[in-house]
């Protein structure tokens, strides 16, 4: 069984952060792939074939504490409510608390699907927690 990391992070970056793409993050959800087949029954035969159609896309989903500025995830998000549509790979990335890579994920063909801004309420001392949902064809 694998180490434990307390008080880890996920460190996104999308296409080598050369649009400056990238964050730190409390929580990721959604690593992994889906593939989808198609059986295929011969006569004569007891055992079906399999052939893969393709890869069944998968819903990434990213949780921070609110950013107090403008950073390029809310850029991204802006592009496409113009009409602009990127699809970036990234590299998701578990850090410890001193910055030490531990294990990465890469992510293939992302865009954005939602963004949910933070509920703000200054009654409470909860952390105004912001969630980008993006769509991607796999990550391994």
Known sequence: MG???PTAYFDVVFDGGIIGLSGKFT??????????YEVYNEGGTNYPLYFMKGVV???LVLEQGT???????AFWIGNVNTGMNLTLNGVITLKDH???KKRSWMVQSAYPL????????SLTSELAVSRIELRHNGCF
């Open 3 to 5: 180490d434990y990391v």
């Open 57 to 59: 896309p998968q819903t």
């Open 67 to 73: 950013v107090t500025t403008a950073d390029a995830f």
């Open 114 to 121: 939602k963004y949910v801004g933070p509920t703000l309420n």
């Open 27 to 36: 929580s990721v959800s959604g690593l992994g792939v889906e593939f989808d």
């Open 98 to 100: 001193t910055g030490d």
